[in-house]
């Protein structure tokens, strides 16, 4: 805001809207032109809610840095819109050229606001009450009394009742006090704003320190906190990532519980993840038992472990005609559904003389007929089975990098049942199939699950999050002080008569009677002020404090 | 249900189907008592309109105090003193009587959907905010409290209809479109931060609703003031109405309150997803509108400090805000894909 605000309080001149003068044309003019209106609190309105506005597509889009796979799906299925969207930035609004400016805008219009009120402020806080206005009677609120001393006598008894209600006094000249408390509001108030930069400061010190990765870990393995080693990793522009901290993790056992009693969506909903772990923060250290469970992540090397997922993984033998091993392993799928009917693929490239894969479910709960397809009808190990089909060929075109889920098909070809029908493996653990034509043998031995870690490290949360605490501390400081000017005016009494006031002293008149008038003005709401004004007068005249006043109609939270 | 089967489901910690079946017949007499309640408020209103017509020469003069402060801000000092026309006491005794029955009963009903809550809570052995429904009901339950708070304080008879319509609605909308059977919650909700995070979110929409439903009357009587009756024949309630500048004032001091509890609800909402995702903030589309409703009250709080704005375009902006909120319960919860599915749905 302009000093407007703060400077016409009292004098009762309503403040115009920023002046739409004509700049001139001077590169400093228009200069000062765009900062002055780039700070006006219009601007800062508005935003405000180009903010809000802004950051609603992203919660209707799928964005890219949530969920890529969505993004592609959403591609695919608007061959049209998607690719206008997508130049627009809707699939990655919090980071689109757009959505920064606007808050880019607002934070120099913030820090631009900050810096002349704080400076006001400041002046403020160490300048005194202003004078007194002459007719206190046209003030909002205002009281009389009737003082049994003389006016010095009056206003000393003024000054200490102010002072005693923790007011900063001050005459300006013999006949009034001004006093005035609540300067709390505005430090609250730029409080608030600053806490708000520092919140800024906070979120992009996470963006720039931070790291995160991402690992599947199966029972029974042991993960090592190098780069290479993540599934996927995401760091801030000044993290080194060969310098991770080298911790390892073994996850011993994953516990999980599903709903089996309620109805409805919530059978077979989630109820309990424990993973049992084995831990070293170094290579060396003595390991140590850790629970990670969800909600409650364990610190490793300063980078906090999350359990995020979790899935299964078949245990598959592959073996050849001669039954000699090439592949045997847990292999991850992944859950498609609440009832965890997973997906994934199993590489061969040992097999001979072309590459073998398998591709298909994993089923915990398989439902028996496949009415609907390969199906999972509950979460848990009830009646797991894996479903897969076979391939041969090339699996890795080009040697590029390829998902682990699915196979890549450009170079493979699915492999028949003898008879030329397709071929579909349905397996429960401890069967096995013999693949047709000498191809060798897969054996489902049985099933692992593995629990998807997170690690990641963000050291601007501590700042982020002290500063959201002041931004609340600031609120609540300007909600509560009410910001008030009170003036206490004498004049020689008594009320009797201008005669008399003209000759304190005349006959049958007390010489120290004095006529105090007490005047208040809030600047924001304030239901107490009349209150405040009359209890000051009546403690002045010796008369008994009144009751609050009658028949209230606002509210008292303004 | 025996003690000893109390006791059971106690030690358990599994969902009592008996307990949430008397949440439930507790939740239906509420509705029914509501009902009444909003009947009577209706009439209420109705019976205000003569005793304004009767009363109309009585109260028309509204003391305009030279302006003295700045007039630069809705807080106008000018207005803080001029007496309101405190109507309700002009009000004919069967008026009166009709109001008295109706916060009677609105009285009544919240008891019972307290009852509810808590025999829900009982039910499942948690907070009883886990999932659309049990949030509904309880956020329907802070509008309510807050309203009766309030009303007996600043005799705000004449906005229960505007409370309790809504609150009806909510309870309605949750047992048709949102019922959840009690159970367990599933694993990420799971945590002190939900009890915390989700109860002071619960209160600030209860204080929204309340605000709202005091901007739509505050937008109302504006108008009226603006546009008085030509013949006192026609008055109605909102003659009797305390002015407008004091409806917006009682509205920005509640908004106000529940901006404060909706900024510590999106910072507890941000501790939890460090604890439970490792992010304090995903974009997530629950956290996109948390934060959009934060930025459009801060919009309205920044509109009424604004020099030159009408504290009518501000109330605008609040009731935008108001939607937001019932979007980011009732839109977002159904419809959008994230990691916030406690929808229960
Ligand atoms: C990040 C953006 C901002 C947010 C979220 C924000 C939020 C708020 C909120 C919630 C209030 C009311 C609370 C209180 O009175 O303490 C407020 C008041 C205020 N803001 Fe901001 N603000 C922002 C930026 C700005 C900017 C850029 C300006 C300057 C142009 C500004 C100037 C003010 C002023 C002058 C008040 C006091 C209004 C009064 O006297 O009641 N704010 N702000």
New interface residues.
């Given amino acids: 805001?302009g000093a407007?605000?703060f400077d016409?309080?009292?004098?009762?001149?309503?403040?115009?809207?920023p002046e739409a003068t004509l700049p001139r044309l001077s590169p400093l003019g228009w200069g000062r032109w765009a900062w002055r209106n780039l700070t006006s609190?219009?601007t800062?309105?508005f935003l405000?809610?180009l903010?809000?506005i802004g950051?609603?597509p992203?919660?209707?889009f799928?964005?890219r840095?949530?969920?890529p796979g969505?993004v592609a799906d959403y591609l695919a299925a608007n061959p049209r819109t998607g690719p206008w969207l997508d130049r627009f930035g809707f699939f990655e609004?919090?980071a689109s050229p757009w959505f920064s400016a606007i808050y880019l805008l607002l934070v120099i219009s913030l820090i631009g606001c900050i810096i002349p009120r704080t400076r006001l402020h400041w002046h403020a806080l160490r300048s005194q009450p202003p004078r007194a206005?002459a007719r206190l009677e046209?003030?909002?609120?205002h009281a009389t009394a009737e003082y049994a001393g003389s006016p010095a006598e009056a206003l000393a008894a003024a000054r200490a009742l102010l002072r005693g209600k923790r007011y900063r006094v001050h005459a300006h000249d013999d006949s009034s006090v001004s006093a005035e408390s609540g300067y709390l509001r505005e430090t609250g108030n730029l409080v608030f704003h600053v806490a708000m930069c520092i919140v800024i400061i906070g979120?992009a010190a996470g963006h720039v320190f931070g790291w995160?990765g991402d690992v599947i870990v199966t029972e029974g393995q042991t993960f090592a906190s190098v780069f290479p080693q993540y599934d996927t990793f995401r760091a801030g522009t000044a993290v080194d990532a060969n310098t991770l901290p080298p911790f390892s993790i073994r996850l011993d056992k994953l516990d999980v519980t599903f709903?089996r009693?309620?109805?409805?969506?919530?059978f077979g909903?989630?109820?309990?993840?424990i993973a049992e772990t084995t831990t070293t923060e170094r290579p060396g250290d003595r390991p140590r038992n850790q629970i990670v469970?969800?909600?409650?992540?364990i610190t490793l090397g300063g980078a906090?472990v999350?359990l995020?997922g979790n899935g299964y993984a078949p245990i598959v033998t592959v073996t050849d005609a001669g039954g000699k091993v090439l592949y045997k392993g847990a292999t991850p799928f992944l859950a498609q559904d609440n009832f965890y009917t997973s997906v994934g693929a199993i590489k061969v490239p040992s097999a001979a003389p072309k590459q073998l894969g398998f591709s298909g479910f994993f089923l915990p709960t398989a439902e028996p007929t496949y009415a609907n397809g390969p199906r999972s009808v509950f979460p848990d190990l009830d009646n797991p089975e894996i479903a897969v089909s076979v391939w041969e060929g090339n699996l890795f075109p080009g040697g590029r990098p390829q998902s682990v889920y699915t196979l890549n098909t450009a170079e493979l070809v699915e492999v028949p049942r003898a008879d030329g029908k397709p071929l579909a493996i349905r397996l429960k653990p401890g069967q096995s199939y013999e693949l047709p034509g000498g191809r060798g043998t897969i054996a489902f031995d049985g099933v692992a699950r593995f629990a998807g870690f997170?690690v990641?490290t963000?050291p601007g949360?501590g700042l982020?999050?002290a500063a959201?605490?002041l931004?609340?501390a600031g609120?609540?400081a300007s909600?509560i002080v009410r910001r008030r000017r009170i003036f206490v005016r004498v004049a020689p009494g008594p009320l009797a008569g201008e005669d008399a006031a003209r000759q304190p002293g005349a006959p049958g008149i007390p010489a120290s009677a004095t006529l105090v008038t007490v005047g208040g003005?809030?600047?924001?709401?304030?239901?107490g002020?009349?209150g405040f004004v009359d209890e000051l007068a009546a403690a002045l005249a010796g008369r008994p404090t009144s009751a609050a006043p009658a028949?209230?109609?606002?509210?008292?939270?303004? | 249900m025996t003690s000893s089967a109390a006791l059971a489901s106690l030690v358990s910690a599994?969902?009592s189907p008996t307990m949430a079946s008397w949440s439930n017949l507790a939740l239906y007499s509420a509705m029914a008592v509501y009902t009444i309640a909003m009947l009577l408020f209706a009439s209420y209103l109705a019976a205000l309109g003569p005793a304004a017509a009767a009363a109309s020469k009585a109260t028309a003069k509204v003391t305009e105090?030279?302006?003295?402060?700045?007039?630069?801000?809705a807080?106008d000092?000018?207005t803080?003193?001029a007496p309101?026309?405190?109507d309700t006491?002009e009000a004919s005794p069967r008026a009166r009587k009709l109001a008295g029955s109706a916060l009677s009963m609105t009285w009544l009903a919240t008891a019972l959907l307290a009852a509810s809550v808590v025999l829900r809570g009982l039910a499942v052995m948690r907070a009883p905010w886990g999932n659309m429904f049990e949030f509904a009901n309880a956020g329907a339950l802070a509008a309510a409290v807050a309203y009766l708070v309030?009303a007996r304080?600043?005799?705000w008879e004449w906005l229960g209809i505007f409370v309790v319509g809504p609150v009806l609605l909510t309870l309605g909308l949750a047992l048709l479109a949102f019922y959840?059977?009690?159970?367990?919650?599933?694993?990420?909700l799971?945590?002190v931060?939900l009890v915390i995070h989700v109860i002071v979110a619960i209160l600030a929409v209860g204080l929204f609703t309340v605000a709202f439903a005091l901007g739509v009357v505050y937008l109302l009587k504006s108008h009226r003031e603006a546009n008085p009756p030509a013949n006192s024949a026609k008055r109605n309630f909102l003659d009797t109405l305390?002015r407008a500048a004091?409806l917006e004032?009682?509205a920005?001091?509640?908004n106000?309150?529940g901006?404060?509890l909706w900024?510590?609800t999106?910072?507890a909402g941000?501790?939890w997803a460090?604890?439970?995702?490792?992010?304090?903030?995903?974009?997530?589309?629950k956290e996109?509108?948390t934060?959009?409703v934060w930025?459009?009250y801060?919009?309205y709080m920044?509109?009424r400090?604004?020099?030159?704005?009408e504290p009518r375009k501000a109330m605008w902006?609040a009731i935008a805000a108001f939607v937001?909120v019932i979007i980011n319960f009732a839109v977002?919860n159904v419809f959008?894909?994230?990691q916030h599915s406690y929808s229960?749905?």
């Fill in positions: 805001m407007g605000l016409l309080w009292i004098r009762g001149v309503a403040v115009s809207a609190m219009r800062a309105l405000l809610l903010l809000s950051a609603v992203g919660s209707i799928p964005q840095s949530i969920d969505r609004v919090y206005p046209r003030l909002g609120a979120v995160r709903e009693k309620a109805g409805g969506a919530q909903a989630p109820r309990g993840f469970t969800v909600n409650e992540p906090d999350f995020l997170s990641r963000d949360k982020t999050l959201a605490l931004t609340i609120l609540v909600l003005l809030a600047k924001n709401a304030d239901p002020l009349a028949a209230r109609t606002e509210t008292d939270v303004t | 599994a969902a105090l030279v302006a003295v402060g700045g007039g630069a801000s807080d000092p000018s803080q003193v309101d026309v405190d006491s309030l304080r600043n005799r959840t059977e009690a159970a367990e919650l599933m694993p990420a799971k945590s931060w305390p004091t004032r009682a920005y001091g509640i106000m309150i901006f404060i900024t510590f999106l910072v941000a501790i460090q604890k439970a995702w490792g992010s304090y903030w995903t974009w997530d589309p996109v509108w934060f959009v930025v459009v801060a919009a920044h509109a400090a604004t020099a030159g704005w902006i937001s977002v959008f894909v994230g229960g749905l």
